[in-house]
């Protein structure tokens, strides 16, 4: 082998491989992807050849022989005049949900995403829909949908490790054309796969994109579900956002069912340890390296509309960011049509419905970037620039704690499962969430802690307490 490898490799010696499944794709298999020791798809390189390294190279999300999201949409939105810094190229920007509330309650927001892909279908557009949706082997695979019923058994969210390897290898050369529904590094890594190999190109029609706060691995589901009363090892299926019709968009539960009941033991997100998404528990390490959020090279992108307005709303409210005519059309046509409920939408507000996510993906990016390179690491090329230039102490060590939960989590949630104890995850990962919680905390709120705990500290001293 030359001296100077694909960078593929660093992707998966510095673990920052996202499991997405695109190497494997291109090389026809020459790559496999494989569930790792820590519940998420990681390539495999030992023995593979350098030309199929060149090849996966090409078209991995994070190796810097392939195409970024910029290049990527210059190419295929070339006629798109506008273009955000968050939220990429687009035609238009709305706020809308489907008009049925059944079919709102069955899916985890506004139920746009999988509407648009029934009408993408209905219409003759496409032949069948690439997806995630509940698996065989896992609580949730990608797969191909050919009929709208399919489709909507496949609805909701899936906060769970997947690759689309796959489902794309058996469509290969098939002659039917599909949509293709994922997060935007997938989205990426699926487009570049249509460069690679363009006779799937031509079969991949629509690119449909979901925003993304970063990915999980299985450990999550698991979690979650163990603290409802159902052990990893007799977890049957989840259900990841449970509405409730009395209450607000974002107050959601969780859902379990175990091997030996049909009953779902549900709680509320909120209440469970894992639950709150800014801790970034079972993070994927290759979400510390993404700076796209509304899937810029996508064909639309829905996410959740996560601003007052919409708040109030249990059903759910969409943020779409469309890039293409017909599926503009369509949403038109549904709007009209009284099936849709649609508006515009400032992408000022859209971006604003993802500021956390913002905060994570392009200040945190910096952070992350620039203490990696400190540490003499290599690091993927970013659309944004290593430094910790403007950010302040508090926020830099949000970033950095952050990073630290989502590591340990994972170490020591598959200790916990070797032991068969949720109590020894629950104390072992205490101390990182109240460190976290303690610099998370506004000024006021850490003077008040401060406070009562010096008065504690006093009356305990008063009655010879320790």
């Given at each position: 082998m030359?001296?100077s490898?694909p960078?593929i490799?660093?992707v ?6 996202v ?19 820590y519940?998420s798809f990681r390539?495999?390189?030992e023995?593979?050849?350098e030309?199929?390294?060149a090849?996966?190279s090409r078209v991995c999300?994070?190796?810097k ?10 190419e295929?939105?070339?006629e798109v005049a ?10 238009s920007?709305?706020?809308g949900?489907?008009g049925?509330a059944?079919d709102?309650r069955?899916?985890s927001?506004g139920?746009?995403?999988?509407w648009?892909?029934i009408?993408?279908m209905e219409?003759g ?13 896992a609580l949730?695979a ?6 709208v019923?399919?489709?909507r058994?496949?609805r909701?969210s899936?906060y ?5 390897a ?6 290969v050369?098939?002659g039917k054309?599909?949509?293709?529904i994922?997060?935007p590094?997938?989205?990426r ?15 991949l029609?629509f690119f449909?994109?979901?925003v993304?706060?970063?990915l999980?691995s299985d450990?999550?589901?698991?979690l979650l579900?163990?603290?409802?009363g159902v052990?990893?090892?007799e977890?049957?299926?989840v259900d ?16 379990a ?5 049909n009953?779902m033991l549900t709680?509320?997100t909120?209440s469970?340890?894992g ?5 970034g528990?079972?993070q994927l390490?290759?979400?510390n ?27 759910g409210?969409n ?7 017909i599926?503009?059309?369509i949403?038109s ?7 849709i409920?649609?508006?515009?939408l400032?992408p000022?507000?859209a ?5 956390g ?8 990016l910096?952070?992350?970037?620039a203490?990696?390179?400190?540490a ?5 090329n970013?659309?944004v620039?290593?430094g ?5 102490q ?6 950095r ?6 590591a340990r ?5 598959s200790?916990a499962k ?7 995850f629950?104390?072992a990962?205490?101390?990182?969430l109240a460190e976290?919680?303690a610099?998370d905390s506004?000024?006021?709120v ?5 406070r009562?705990?010096?008065m504690l500290r006093?009356?305990a001293?008063k009655?010879?307490?320790?």
């Amino acid at each position: 082998m030359s001296g100077s490898l694909p960078t593929i490799t660093h992707v998966v010696n510095e673990g920052m491989c996202v499991g997405c499944g695109a190497c494997s794709v291109a090389t026809s298999g020459a790559i496999p992807v494989t569930i790792g020791r820590y519940g998420s798809f990681r390539a495999s390189l030992e023995g593979v050849s350098e030309s199929d390294l060149a090849k996966g190279s090409r078209v991995c999300p994070w190796a810097k022989e392939s195409k970024n999201e910029d290049q990527i949409a210059d190419e295929v939105f070339s006629e798109v005049a506008n273009q955000d810094v968050i939220l990429g190229k687009y035609t238009s920007v709305n706020a809308g949900r489907v008009g049925q509330a059944e079919d709102a309650r069955k899916s985890s927001s506004g139920g746009l995403t999988s509407w648009t892909a029934i009408q993408l279908m209905e219409r003759g557009e496409i032949d069948g829909v690439i997806h995630v949706g509940p698996g065989d082997s896992a609580l949730f695979a990608y797969s191909v949908s050919y009929t709208v019923e399919e489709l909507r058994e496949k609805r909701k969210s899936f906060y769970y490790s997947t690759s689309f390897a796959d489902a794309l290898i058996s469509i290969v050369g098939d002659g039917k054309t599909y949509a293709f529904i994922g997060v935007p590094c997938f989205v990426r890594a699926a487009r570049s796969l249509s460069d690679e190999m363009p006779d799937l190109g031509a079969q991949l029609k629509f690119f449909l994109g979901l925003v993304c706060g970063h990915l999980k691995s299985d450990a999550f589901a698991e979690l979650l579900a163990w603290q409802t009363g159902v052990a990893p090892d007799e977890l049957k299926a989840v259900d990841f956002r449970v509405k409730n019709p009395n209450r607000r968009a974002s107050q959601y539960d969780f859902g379990a069912v175990s091997r030996s009941s049909n009953e779902m033991l549900t709680r509320p997100t909120p209440s469970l340890i894992g639950g709150n998404w800014g801790h970034g528990m079972f993070q994927l390490n290759a979400c510390n390296y993404c700076d796209d959020i509304f899937a810029e090279t996508a064909d639309v992108v829905f996410g959740d509309a996560w601003l007052p307005e919409f708040e109030g709303d249990w059903r759910g409210t969409n943020v779409i960011v469309n890039r293409n005519s017909i599926i503009e059309g369509i949403l038109s046509e549904g709007k009209s049509s009284g099936q849709i409920e649609i508006s515009p939408l400032a992408p000022s507000r859209a971006a604003t419905s993802q500021d956390g996510n913002y905060r994570h993906r392009r200040i945190g990016l910096a952070v992350r970037l620039a203490d990696d390179l400190a540490a003499g690491k290599w690091v993927p090329n970013k659309r944004v620039a290593a430094g910790l230039a403007g950010v302040d102490q508090r926020r830099l060590a949000i970033i950095r704690k952050r990073r630290e939960i989502s590591a340990r989590s994972h170490v020591l949630f598959s200790e916990a499962k070797k032991r068969g104890s949720l109590p020894y995850f629950l104390s072992a990962i205490d101390p990182l969430l109240a460190e976290y919680r303690a610099i998370d905390s506004k000024p006021s709120v850490r003077r008040t802690i401060g406070r009562v705990s010096r008065m504690l500290r006093r009356a305990a001293a008063k009655f010879g307490l320790k």
